[in-house]
């Protein structure tokens, strides 16, 4: 679980978790500089390796771990993160710096202000060092554009990172920084932590503001449906180690006046009884997607064992219309926002698909693959009407019932992440119903967390998804941890 904070040193020392280096900053035997500077080591190091940092904020990290420390000395109050580096998604935005979302079109804007999520961890003390790399204007499950590059798997240099919040998800998983900062619209968060073999919070509906990422961005914050898509989006932690995830919580959630879809606030309370009940989740496959691989299969088996040694009720449970998953997402995204993919990825304006078609064959993309992909499909199915679509409404609601029925208090539905490791590059390409695992829970708004497993299959992570009731986060944080100090957690890649 860690290295005792006398013998941690280099790497080491920035694999602790954030409130253990907080502590050390506090107590006076871990210095904000030296946290800093091993932070940026590791970061260019595995920048080489993995091409996950978007943005290098290095110089104005340098200058605010001074301060920092000087502050310490000086016996200034501190936050409860004081000193402690980390980093966020480049599309959520950091004041005055380069905010292109992945985006050509977008490749000279910078932020006009800091996202509420990322301002509320600075104001606690914590020191950006780095924006993560990310999928093309969030859209794609593998971290990949045009403007920054792919992003590669620490563990396997063939493999992907994952996406939305990819880049981040590699500096946390590499040691480069405890903990970061991405968002969820789809799994965003959760696909890239299982790809990295970490924990990935999407927390419940109305509970952390979006407020700096699309759409709730400098454009889009005026327009009259950004409130409505931003209702299945949140922001939400990646970390190492499970006890980062209650405080960073507490952190970022909470009403901002901007995202009128927060309403709540978070203060954990661990749970006042052990876990009763845990529904295991094992479809072979979702509709257009991979068959779940025996490495999954074993941790879900033994997770439900450990569960049972502890006297929780096991039940398996597989609701048909869980195959749907992929299709309840995309029709109530369609049905009940309105959005168009394409307006996403023109940042407003017009895709022209033939354009980028010829310039794709001429070997000059103006867009990642997947991104325009979608956007080219998500078109067609508007001229056809969506057929089906509205047919997926009644399914999301009927899955919702059932869930909030069950999930009722102390209970947890365990079920995959990903149905494997973390894929090859081009994998969603083939499967893109693999994103149901996750998306689905966001269109049912439950907070759903990755869980990794402490072992490797194939050379890369295992990792499972835990999902409660809605604002049921101390359940799902508790068993979490449980899951850690039973299966072992992180791995730290092999380099």
Known sequence: MGVPMAEAGGDALVALSGVRLAAGVRDGTLSPVALVEHSI???QTVQRRCNAVAVALYDQAR???EVAERQRDQGVPLGRLHGVPFSFKE??????APKTCGSRRRQ???AGFTATAAQRLIDAGAIPVALGNQAEMALWPETDNPVYGRTSSPYRNDRSAGGSSGGDAVLVASACVPFALGTDGGGSVRIPAACNGIFGLKPSRGLVPLTGHLPLDERGLGQPN???IARHFAAGPLCRHA??????????AGPDQLDRNIIDSYVHRPPPAALQRLYLCQPERLGWGSRISPAVVQALDDV?????SQGTHVERWLPHALNDAFAIWLAVLKQETGVRLADILGDGQPVAHLAHAWQALLGQPQHAAGPWLATVLDSLGECLGNPGLARQLPKRDALLHALTERLDGNSVL?????PGTSPEHGHALRYPGDIGYTALFNVLGLPALTVPMGRLDQGCPVALQLVAGPGQEPVLLDAARSLELAFGGWIAPPF
């Open 243 to 252: 006890e980062d995830l209650p405080v960073l919580l507490e952190i970022i």
């Open 63 to 65: 200058r605010a771990a």
């Open 108 to 110: 000279h804007k910078v």
């Open 414 to 418: 365990v079920l995959p992440a990903l």
């Open 41 to 43: 080591r590791r970061c």
């Open 226 to 228: 950004a409130m409505a």
């Open 91 to 96: 599309g959520l935005g950091l004041a005055d």
């Open 304 to 308: 439900a064992h450990h569960y049972q």
